[in-house]
């Protein structure tokens, strides 16, 4: 049975897919690139290209692998494939959007406990993605930060050692994700208690995010962020 939300002091969030639609960003931008060219590309079949290209052996760090993929990915879209057309979708990652009740589910949770981002992405890009989302974040990790990128455990071995510093242990954390391959797999292997955002859940396949080997089944599983809060909101009432 999961834990009562007020037994965690810190809740720690994925950041992209999770908080920012990256899917969103990615088509939208290709989609311009196709117009500009006059063709049309399907927006699945780009995800699915995206996925196989991102996780090649020579990938790069995030969103800066977005030039090498574009390279990749182009030819099979139909789309042109000098490289500028690379920088352009590396640099739309400033621009992409938090999901419609993102910002406001930060909101609210970092009133009853410290939120703390774990991000794949480099640093310059959470500053984009933290004023999307209005600067909710108690203490950020990007792999900058860690030297590696989830699902490695080091990852997470990084934020149990900053909360470590401040007396706690990851008893005190609900790691809050969308993807069974990067977090919801390894923090369960790690003995965490984790959250389950479903961002995908009228979509069929895992889209722009890797499939896992197997489905981990979550501690708490929700389709969106306002969904969490709630829940959050009406555990916290019950107690007072």
Known sequence: MARGFSEFKYLTFDVVGT????????????????AEAGVSIDGEEA????????????????????VRVYT??????????????GVRLRDSA???QGFPDSAAALAELAKSHRLIAMTNARRWALGH????LGSPFFATFTVDDTGTEKPDPAFFQKVFDFVASRGDSKDDILHVAQSQYHDIGISRALGMTNCWIERRHAQKGYGGTIEPERFTVPDYHFTSMAALAAAVRESLKERT
Do not use: H
């Not at 908080?19 to 960003?25: H, N, P, Q």
């Not at 995800?47 to 977005?66: C, E, I, K, T, W």
């Not at 993605?129 to 999307?132: D, I, L, N, P, V």
């Open 129 to 132: 993605f933290e004023k999307q």
């Open 72 to 85: 990749v990915i182009a030819p099979r879209l139909g789309l042109p494939a000098e490289e500028k057309y």
């Open 47 to 66: 995800l699915s290209l995206y996925r196989q290209a991102r996780y090649m052996p020579n990938a790069g760090l995030f969103p800066d692998d977005l």
């Open 94 to 96: 400033s621009r992409w």
């Open 19 to 34: 908080l920012i639609d990256f899917e969103g960003g990615i088509t939208t931008c290709l989609a311009g690139i196709a």
